[in-house]
């Protein structure tokens, strides 16, 4: 399975209200969001959107090219136009061609991905290839305005959440998976402060959509979670 090519060059609107077959799936850093999605989709036999990986590697990308005032869209748009993105079904994120998955979880990455996110350029553009990949059947998508903003009419919303505490753990824990340590008193100072950016930006705030099943996945394994959701979703599409 592949995913469809993500090209912010995309300028078709697409009727949102149209786009009702997905799965959104939103939420805070460390709540779990990207595993179950991936889970779930490979579960549903379906692809999945990690719009997170896709708003690193623009950031990612702005930064290889200095671009580092994100307080002024105006000075981005430019640095758009060229750009594609591409996410695969194991997961790889390419930009412009080129595999960026390694860098995306960079400290440098991370630090800035909140500015980017909340640049209205940035998130409009991403709306537009986001609705575009949802248009091929069925799809898991997970983010932070999912259910929101991006697919309002989306079947299926969860918002997934856990104590800061325990999100802060598992982001340690992917870390040093990837050869990163971090004390998890600097990952939990990071986590709070992307939680107070992302809730208060002015350009589609991490919410919990209106309709939306909240669960707290604190004390609860990823297959759980999984099992959960895609019962729900199996049992209604049926």
């Not at 995913?3 to 995309?10: E, F, K």
């Not at 500015?115 to 069925?138: D, F, I, N, T, W």
Request: proline share 4%; aromatic share 4%; glycine share 6%.
């Amino acid at each position: 399975m592949t995913h469809p090519t993500a090209d912010l060059t995309i300028s078709e609107p697409v009727s949102i209200e149209t786009l009702r077959d997905v799965v959104a799936i939103d939420g805070p850093s460390g709540a779990g969001k990207s595993t179950v999605a991936r889970g779930l989709a490979r579960r549903l036999g379906c692809p999945y959107l990690d719009t997170g990986a896709m708003y690193r590697a623009v950031t990612w990308y702005l930064l290889q090219r200095d671009a580092c005032d994100f307080a002024d869209g105006s000075s981005v748009a430019p640095l758009l136009g060229a750009l594609d993105i591409a996410l695969d079904a194991e997961g790889r994120v390419t930009v412009s061609g080129r595999d960026v998955s390694s860098h995306l979880r960079s400290h440098e990455v991370e630090r800035r991905v909140s500015a980017v996110s909340a640049l209205s350029v940035v998130r409009k553009r991403m709306r537009e290839l986001q609705r575009a990949m949802a248009e091929h059947g069925l799809l898991v998508a997970e983010g932070r305005d999912m259910g929101s903003v991006v697919f309002p009419a989306a079947n299926w919303k969860f918002y997934l959440d856990a104590a800061p505490s325990e999100r802060a753990r598992r982001r340690q824990a992917d870390f040093l998976a990837q050869g990163r340590e971090v004390s998890q008193d600097d990952v939990l100072e990071e986590i709070l402060v992307r939680d107070r950016l992302d809730s208060t930006r002015p350009d589609a705030p991490l919410t919990c959509a209106e309709g939306a099943t909240r669960i707290d996945t604190t004390s609860m394994g990823v297959d759980e979670v999984i099992e959960h959701l895609a019962r729900i979703v199996e049992r209604e599409r049926t």
